[in-house]
């Protein structure tokens, strides 16, 4: 049978599929590794509280004992010798400077502030490693999963706060001061009425789509109207029922919250024009599962359709986001095994 692969690219892949890649993904709550198969394929992964392990360097000693216990399974498993870990790949959350791969803002993360993390995981490692933005991680994922090549993706993120990881041309872009698609923080309101953002700037995005802006919206509407006995904080998903149960004040709570962010969004298609965005988080209203998240979505396109020029708004595929919890861990090692793609083209 004729094969479409050269002997020499035969030889290439017979060599990668021995070359294995960690993905570390560093929150709060608890840090998520995993190993990868050089197809990308998860080959075990752990997750173990962050206070229980704490430093970086506690970190990327935890991560290396996993990897290796996982890697000699691996061989016992598949019979290859020599298989190996070939480069190490963080994914953390706040404000990375790309410059020094040190985060300049972070929180619950106190001892990570101002730590040359790069340095220290190739010191500890002693291999290739790369480190991004826990958001522009997941939307390396979220990229890869669906080839978009050199195609570019937004992954926007609506929650308590609103961010964006962004992917452009087939890359993770952070921006040159860590910032780059923080779409919460774009002005959508004008004026002195304007709601003051946590950022102390006013009108910004997050300052009323983000869960709390959402919350007091609603209420806003429900003193406006009919007097009613309402909780300190209805959940996203609460509200997404009662809208499902025909709560007029619901659902004109979620038109509104999409036409915020689509309108922010719309700006964000108009700069960069990017071939995908895609929506993650809570705040989606039940998503692609519940006829309302789904009404969610539509509204946020028939907005960015609305605000943008008929090549961008027609064009872009505007869709929830697949991947959940695992996505900056798989993001992680995804651009990790890009730079070492790219350290290894640049030496031959
Ligand atoms: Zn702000």
């Known amino acids: ?9 035969a030889a290439a892949n017979e060599t990668m599929s021995h070359e294995y890649v960690l993905g570390i993904d560093v929150g709060g709550t608890d840090v ?11 080959v075990a992964s752990d997750r173990t509280p962050t206070p229980s392990l704490g430093t ?18 691996e061989k016992t498993a598949t019979s290859k010798d020599h298989c190996q870990i070939t480069a190490v790949g963080l994914a953390v959350p706040g404000v990375l400077d790309q410059a020094t791969c040190q985060l300049k803002e972070v929180v619950n993360l106190p001892g990570w502030l101002n730590v040359p993390l790069l340095d220290q995981m190739q010191a500890q490692t002693g291999l290739p490693c790369a480190v991004l933005n826990d958001a522009n991680a997941a939307a390396l994922a979220e990229h890869a999963m669906r080839n978009l090549g050199h195609q570019s993706l937004a992954l926007v993120t609506l929650g308590t706060g609103i961010g964006c990881g962004l ?44 869960a709390a802006g959402v919350q007091r919206r609603l209420k806003d509407r429900i003193a406006d109207g ?107 090692a995804k651009f990790a095994s890009l730079a070492a793609q790219i350290d290894h083209d640049a030496h031959h």
């Open 1 to 9: 049978m004729p094969s479409l692969i050269t002997p020499k690219a």
């Open 32 to 42: 998520k590794v995993g190993l990868f198969d050089y197809q990308g394929q998860i």
């Open 56 to 73: 970086p360097i506690a970190v990327f000693e935890h991560a290396l004992r996993f990897g290796n216990n996982a890697l000699g399974a």
């Open 167 to 210: 992917v452009l041309g087939g890359r993770p872009y952070g921006g040159d001061h860590g910032c780059a698609g923080e779409l919460g923080h774009i002005a959508i309101d004008f004026g002195d009425a304007s709601w003051p953002c946590t950022c102390g700037s006013r009108g910004h995005l997050e300052t009323y789509a983000g």
């Open 226 to 332: 009919v007097a009613a006995n309402e909780p300190a904080d209805i959940t996203p998903r609460e509200i997404a029922r009662r809208a499902e149960a025909g709560d007029p004040h619901c659902i004109a709570t979620i038109r509104e919250t999409a036409a915020y962010v689509g309108r922010a969004i719309g700006m964000l298609c108009q700069s960069v024009d990017p071939a995908v965005v895609l929506l993650g988080g809570a705040m989606t209203f039940g998503g692609p599962d519940r006829p309302t998240g789904r009404k969610f979505l539509d509204d946020v396109i028939a907005e960015v359709r609305a605000t943008t020029l008929v090549q961008v708004g027609t064009q872009v595929t505007i869709d929830f986001a697949s991947l959940k919890n695992n996505a900056g861990m798989i993001g992680a």
